[in-house]
């Protein structure tokens, strides 16, 4: 089962950026019946840190980081031959609407201490995600944005 958070989104969000507007995609995925040795495989081949992990409906159901195949495998000396997606994706799913404003996600973030957002719409389907790494490349935008709302107490970039 998936956690999804939405809020509605007031007057101020609504002139803000969305997770829509600086997500990443297309997203890397896998089953739960892929091998880790193939989850490597496609972190290294796609040079991503994550793969989203979807059911036979091709909806995300976990992910699996390099932190958790470090945490859960190579710490432990378990065999990589021999463990599947599904034995160590972290679950549940934490997911964002893609109408979210980019501050709300942020403190989501920061809340569920999360690194990733895995972007749903409203059928559970996958576009994208969102990373601090996102965030981070967009804060001089952010920035800019709070010192002309600040300065003029109106930014008309937004609307």
């Known amino acids: 089962m998936q956690e999804v958070y939405e809020k509605p989104l007031t007057e101020s969000e609504a002139r803000s950026l969305t997770v829509r507007d600086i ?19 496609l972190m290294k081949k796609h ?19 390099e932190g ?14 021999f463990v599947k997606a599904g034995h160590i994706m972290s679950k549940p799913l934490i997911t964002v609407s893609r109408d979210m404003s980019l501050e709300e ?14 972007v749903v719409d409203e059928s559970r ?11 981070t490349k967009n804060a001089g935008y952010l920035i800019n944005v709070l010192e002309e709302v600040i ?9």
């Open 23 to 41: 997500m990443s995609y297309p997203v890397v995925t896998a089953k739960d019946k892929t091998s880790i040795r193939e989850i490597a495989k």
């Open 47 to 65: 040079n991503v840190d994550a793969v989203v992990i979807t059911d036979k409906t091709s909806v995300p159901v976990g992910i699996i980081t």
């Open 68 to 81: 958790d195949i470090v945490r859960r495998l190579v710490s432990t000396k378990r065999n990589l031959w």
């Open 105 to 118: 996600a942020a403190r989501f973030m920061a809340e569920k201490k999360v690194k990733k957002l895995c």
């Open 125 to 135: 389907k996958l576009l994208g995600m969102l990373t601090t790494e996102d965030i």
């Open 151 to 159: 300065h003029t107490g109106y930014y008309a970039g937004l609307l």
